[in-house]
C-alpha cells in the first residue's frame, strides 16, 4: 500500500515548438520537487510513519496475540477416557481458540484441588457430586461444562457371583475408594446394614484370582482386563433414576470471573475435540500409547467401542441430553441426595457450583 500519492513526470506535449522553454505548472512543479526533494521526503516521512505502524498494529494476524496459558489437570492416566482432551491439542483446537494448554495427567495422590487453588492449573477433572460437596465447604469451585453426559462408574463382580443386586451386597466386601460417594448411596438406597470396604489398589490382580471379590470399575476399563485374562464378568452401574452424577470440567471461580472468555474457548474447544476422538480415534491412540505404554491398541479400541456404546460422553440425543449441558433436574436430584447422606448442608444452593 502506498503512504503518498505518487509523484511522476508529465507526458511531453507534442505540440510545442522546439526551442521553446515549458514554463507549464506541471513542468515548474517537478522542477520545483526536485529542488525540496530531501526536506519533503523527511515531512513525509515524520507525518505518515505514526499513522502507518497504527494501521499495522491494529492489523496485525490473530496469531501475533499471546496464547492464554491454560494447565488441565485429568483425573487419570492419558487413555482413552481422556482421549477427547488429547484430540483437541492434536487437532490444534486450543491453538485455534488462543490457549497454550499443558495437560497434565492424574493419578492417585494427585491432590488436583489444592494445585488448583494455589494457582498451579486452571482446570481439573471431577464429578458433578465431587464438586457439590467441595463448593458446600466453602472452596470457590465451578463447574463449566458436563465432560461425560454419564459416569460410567459401575460395579465389576465374576460371572458366577451370587451378587446380582445391589441388594445382594449385604455382608460382603467392596473394593473401592475410600468414602466413595456412589457407596454411601448405594449403602443407603438399598438399607444395606453390613458393607464392608476394601480400599481399591487400581488392580484387578486380586480380583481375577478370587471369585468372590467385588471391584469398583469403570464400564469401558476394567471388564477388558478380566476378559484379557479370561475371567467371564458382569456389571452393575451405579446410576439410576434418582442418583446419576456428571463428569465434569472444574475450575476456580476467580479464574472463571477474571477470564470468561478463555473458559469459553476452553469449553468449546474441549467439546470439539471429544465429539473428534468419538468419530476418529485413529488420529490419537498413538499420542495415548506413546504418552502411557501400559495401553495396548486393543484395549483402546475396547475403550472407545464402550464410550460410544453407552452414551457416556455425548449423551443420548433421543433423550434430549446435550453434549457439555447440565439438567437442573438431574443436579437437583443428586443435590437431594447427597443431602440425604449428610455430604451437603441442607441450606446449599447447588447452582452456585455450576455455571
Not at 500500500?1 to 526551442?19: Q, V
Not at 494447565?71 to 481458540?97: F, I, V
Not at 492417585?108 to 464438586?131: C, M
Amino acid at each position: 500500500m502506498s503512504l503518498h500519492p505518487a509523484l511522476s513526470e508529465g507526458t511531453a506535449d507534442a505540440s510545442r515548438a522546439p526551442g521553446t522553454t515549458d514554463v507549464s505548472p506541471a513542468r515548474f512543479s517537478w522542477r520545483l520537487t526536485g529542488r525540496l526533494t530531501g526536506r519533503l521526503w523527511l515531512l513525509l516521512f515524520a507525518i505518515f510513519l505514526p499513522s502507518f505502524l497504527h494501521s499495522q498494529a491494529a492489523g496485525a494476524p490473530p496469531e501475533a496475540t499471546p496464547l492464554t496459558k491454560i494447565r488441565l489437570l485429568t483425573d487419570w492416566y492419558p487413555d482413552p477416557e481422556r482421549g477427547g482432551y488429547y484430540c483437541a491439542q492434536l487437532k490444534g483446537y486450543y491453538r485455534a481458540a488462543g490457549l497454550d494448554v499443558e495437560i497434565i495427567p492424574g493419578g492417585p495422590n494427585n491432590a488436583p484441588i489444592q494445585r488448583l487453588l494455589t494457582g498451579r492449573a486452571e482446570f481439573l477433572l471431577s464429578t458433578s457430586g465431587d464438586t457439590m460437596i467441595q463448593a458446600a465447604k466453602g472452596l470457590p469451585l465451578v463447574a463449566v461444562a458436563a465432560t461425560m453426559q454419564h459416569d460410567p462408574q459401575a460395579i465389576l463382580v465374576h460371572e458366577s457371583s451370587p451378587v446380582r443386586r445391589f441388594e445382594d451386597l449385604e455382608g460382603r466386601t467392596v473394593t473401592a475408594t475410600p468414602g466413595a460417594v456412589w457407596l454411601q448411596y448405594v449403602r443407603s438406597r438399598y438399607h444395606l446394614k453390613n458393607v464392608r470396604e476394601s480400599p481399591t489398589t487400581q488392580s484387578i490382580a486380586s480380583f481375577v484370582y478370587h471369585t468372590n471379590d467385588i471391584l469398583q470399575c469403570f464400564v469401558t476399563s476394567e471388564p477388558y482386563f478380566a476378559q484379557e485374562a479370561g475371567i467371564k464378568t458382569r456389571t452393575l452401574p451405579i446410576e439410576d433414576d434418582q442418583f446419576s452424577p456428571y463428569r465434569v470440567l472444574v475450575t476456580s471461580r476467580s479464574f472463571l470471573e477474571q477470564h470468561p472468555q478463555a473458559v469459553q474457548d476452553f469449553v468449546a474447544a474441549t467439546l470439539r475435540g471429544w465429539k473428534e476422538y468419538l468419530a476418529h480415534p485413529e488420529d490419537v491412540n498413538p499420542t495415548l500409547l506413546r504418552l502411557n505404554p501400559e495401553l495396548n491398541p486393543a484395549k483402546m479400541d475396547y475403550s472407545w467401542r464402550a464410550l460410544n456404546k453407552g452414551h457416556f460422553v455425548l449423551g443420548d440425543p433421543a433423550k434430549g441430553e446435550v453434549h457439555g449441558a447440565f439438567d437442573e433436574r438431574r443436579l437437583k436430584s443428586e443435590a437431594d441426595v447427597l443431602k440425604e447422606l449428610g455430604l451437603l448442608r441442607r441450606d446449599f444452593d447447588f447452582h452456585a457450583a455450576f455455571r
